[in-house]
């Protein structure tokens, strides 16, 4: 594709942002006060703290490292599914995600993502993970609790991570629910970084400048990318593509960061996805994602990229 097709007008401005960058910023909010109030509900069902985790002993006697994320019948947004017409339905959301995906488009999954802050993670478990580039710590959350998901970082990687053989059909949308500065486990975005598809996590990134990385896709490719820190008040909203690189470091504020996760998929209609996914130089799909696990779920890497931005 010539520099002037992907540069011309389309219908909507995400699409071009998701040709260019591989990811939308929304220049309005959702309802603020919706999403404080939301907040505040949320934070009174349970403490985010350290009283959400197993102890050292309790999780050694029975080690679970898979099931342990919300899913249907254990998600605390299914209790909360009257609140949410502040993200599902406003208008200039809706007209944006139709514009990618087609106005009959679906809810892949949706949920609560907590940002855990140090103080709220026992010294032993944070010792256990140190250097993971991925601490979903949904492994040592008490079971009652595991309708949240709950990460304390996560390297850069791809959402295609956890669909096998799935294309990059679906987006993310993401919402913060009260205002996130740089000490409250932003998101980290890699503009362009979707161009190469899909690509296997541990993603090959090296510093590149202050806000800047060279990606590798491990087929012979290379690009530099721009990093984008994703900050804003409550209310504040964006979207990426399957393939564009993402992740967050751990919490360094006092309180948990508390997120809204949508993945949206295609529906049968027309859409703008494919003049996006025209454009990728790789596959859209992977039979194998990832190569940091073993076989039980537990990580036998240890790297972390993001955690040098």
Known sequence: MTAAAMTAPTVH???????????????ERVDPKAAADLLAEIRADRDFD?????TEAEFDAHPQYTGVNPRPGRNLLERFEDRLGFVERAPHIVEAVSALLGDDYEILNKKIVCGVPQASVPAWLRQRILGNPVNNLGAYVRPEYRDVTYFYGIDF???LIDYKDRPADFLTLYVYLHPVTRLDAPLFLLKGSHRFGGTIFPHELERAGPEAWTYRDGRGGEAKVDQLVLTGPAGYAAMWHACTLHGTQPDAADHERISLRYLLARGSR????????????????????????SAEGAAILKTNTVNQA
């Not at 401005?13 to 220049?27: L, M, N, Q, R, S």
């Not at 350290?50 to 197993?54: N, T, V």
């Not at 996914?277 to 596959?283: D, F, I, S």
């Open 13 to 27: 401005p995400a699409i071009d942002d998701f040709i260019v960058d591989g990811a939308h910023v929304f220049d």
């Open 157 to 159: 990687h791809q959402d």
């Open 50 to 54: 350290h009283r959400l985790f197993l």
């Open 270 to 293: 027309p859409d703008g996805m494919e003049a996006v996914n025209a454009t990728l130089a790789g596959p859209l799909s992977l039979a194998e994602t990832r190569k940091d696990l």
